[in-house]
């Protein structure tokens, strides 16, 4: 085997996918489920980094830019463009600080104002000028803005509106990039659930840790793209005495999905990009039609334990009554909440919003078998992070570059039809679906709709009571994405309980679809149930008294067979 890549989270994912397209010989492992981590918990932004500019993070703003253009074009169909607004209170406030921050000294952030705000999105102008995706930015006074977002503070001075970008379904994604990097060699293997561990020879055991069944392999190289677990993986694996000190020194962000009418119509089509009292950026924005609003940042030791604590959800809750005062939030309006590490590189620095977001690699060369470390790295940038691995590993081995994946559609996107509603309604036609049903399909698969829609159209269709899944479609995802839990499929292959959709009904009749799939015993049902609604209600604040609240009553209707 050439490289063994432990981590089945974006970064993992993209690496895999490069070498792979190369015809390496590569295997992941996933300890739990692809996308289970940080990468299904990001604010659902895929953006340059607008206050990275303060840090004087120039390359990486530059980077993201050029990698949230590549993704709108390589993955149109999860990728779309957001309007975003930055309500401002000031006009000359963050100059000093700003000066300070970039410099490199240590000062609490403050409060920026228009001029500051002006001179960094007149930067992102300048850095995407020749490839124009989305419109420069835009001022407008205190009058305009409140007449378009009558229910912001009063006490704005102006704002300011410019385009980044965001991502319907971050796991899809993941879930592409493995598909890719497995289609496009026989060479290429992955596996979630699964650990790496030393094996009495001295050399390396992988175990699957559903079956308990074990092989021994010999990579040539080991990168360790585990994000917020590197350090913990690498203590896993290497000899005592490697001498490696710690690698990253993450921290959390939690984020709140809030079902309030209200709040939803005030934002109209834009994100919000504001700063709270005390400095600290929080987004809201419209997402499945709620809006879900984030984040905080705030240092972690173990990320096997990180959820949204009440003291966060009372931070993000005082932030938006502090943009939105009007508007007052119930605690049932809280439909869902997460929580991820960022893999920030290991800092000593006091302020969290000083630690550098950029990515670097390094390699471990002590330890028997050379470990690549995958250091940083933030959503957006994914793909440039895993050929920048991909590239050290390739140098590493002496073998060549064959593909890049820069202009390289990713899973559905891969064809685009430039005429959506007309690819939409020869997909209804071909399968004998409900034109509604083909348009669901295409805007959480694009063009891999295809598959998903001739399966479907194969056996007699139903609606899952409350849910816009339907039973052959669940029933496709169990089969072919490698769902091996309930929380799998409900959290990760499906948007049924982020968008606080899920209830009760819609768990169990999930539940029904996989244990039926699986072979499962009463007594594996019922633990898969009770593990399910444990981590619901631990990581996601969703107890079963209201997902039973939620439970729509049984009216499911037939769709129409192919």
């Known amino acids: 085997m050439d490289v063994c890549v432990l981590g089945g989270g974006i970064n993992g994912l993209s690496v895999f996918r490069e070498l792979a397209l190369q015809g390496l010989r590569v295997l992941l492992i996933e300890k739990h489920d692809y996308c289970s981590g940080a990468s299904a918990a990001l604010s659902r932004m895929v953006h340059g980094g607008l206050r990275y500019l303060e840090n004087g993070e120039f390359t990486l703003v530059k980077e993201s830019l050029v990698e949230r253009d590549r993704l709108l074009r390589n993955a149109p169909h999860l990728v779309a463009p957001l309007a975003t607004t930055v309500p401002i209170f000031d006009v000359f406030s963050g100059l000093a600080n700003g000066i300070v921050r970039f410099l490199g000294l240590s000062r609490r952030p403050s409060r920026r104002g228009a001029i500051a705000i002006k001179a960094g999105l007149s930067i992102y102008d300048l850095l995407t000028r020749k490839r124009a995706l989305m419109p420069r930015h835009r001022f407008r006074g205190r009058r305009s803005t409140l007449a378009k977002w009558p229910a912001l503070n009063p006490t704005i001075r102006s704002s300011a509106t410019y385009y980044d970008a965001w991502v319907r379904h971050p796991e899809r994604i993941g879930m592409e990039l493995l598909q890719d990097g497995l289609s496009a060699s026989s060479e290429a293997a992955a596996l979630n659930y699964a650990e790496l561990r ?55 962000g939690s984020h709140l999905v809030i079902d309030n009418p209200q709040l939803r119509e005030a934002l109209g089509d834009h994100m919000i990009y504001y700063e709270n009292e005390d400095g600290r950026i929080c987004i809201l924005f419209p997402y ?38 009007g508007i007052e939030i119930a605690p049932t309006e809280i439909v869902f909440q997460f929580s991820g590490v960022r893999p920030l590189p290991a800092s000593s620095d006091n302020f969290t919003g000083r630690i550098p977001r950029d990515h670097f690699c390094t390699t471990i060369e002590n330890a028997g078998t050379p470990v690549l470390c995958m250091i940083g790295g933030k959503w957006t940038t994914f793909r440039s992070f895993g050929e920048l691995a991909a590239n050290m590993a390739l140098e590493r081995l002496g073998r060549p570059r064959h593909v890049s994946t820069a202009d390289r559609a990713i899973g559905g996107g891969r064809h685009f039809p430039a005429d959506r509603d007309s690819w939409i309604s020869a997909l209804a036609l071909r399968f004998g679906l409900p034109r509604t049903q083909a348009a669901e399909l295409f805007s959480r698969y694009g063009t891999d709709a295809e598959p998903v829609a001739s399966f479907i159209g194969q056996a007699s269709d139903a609606v899952i009571p409350g849910a816009d899944y339907s039973t052959r479609e669940v029933l496709f ?33 999930a539940l029904e679809l996989l244990a039926e799939e699986k072979g499962w015993s009463t007594a594996r049902r019922l633990s898969e149930r009770a593990r399910c609604l444990a981590l619901l209600l631990e990581r996601h604040g969703i107890d079963e008294q209201t997902l039973g609240a939620r439970t729509h009553q049984p009216g499911d209707k037939a769709m129409a067979a192919g």
């Open 288 to 325: 499945f039609g709620k809006v879900l609003v984030g984040s905080t940042d705030i240092r972690v030791d173990d990320p096997e334990t990180v959820r949204c604590e009440e003291e966060e959800r009372d931070y993000i809750l005082q932030s938006l009554a502090f943009v939105l005062p």
């Open 198 to 252: 030393r094996s009495e020879s001295g050399g390396f055991l992988v175990v699957d840790t559903i079956d308990g069944a074990g092989v021994e392999i010999k990579p040539g190289l080991i990168v360790n793209s585990t994000g917020g677990w590197i350090d913990i993986t690498n203590g896993a694996l290497l000899p005592p005495d490697n001498g490696c000190g710690p690698l990253v020194g993450g921290t959390k």
């Open 477 to 509: 995802l169990i089969r072919n994405e490698a769902v091996e839990h309930l929380d799998d499929l409900l959290l990760r292959r499906t948007t049924l309980a982020v968008s606080g959709a899920l209830s009760l009904g819609i768990l169990d009749a």
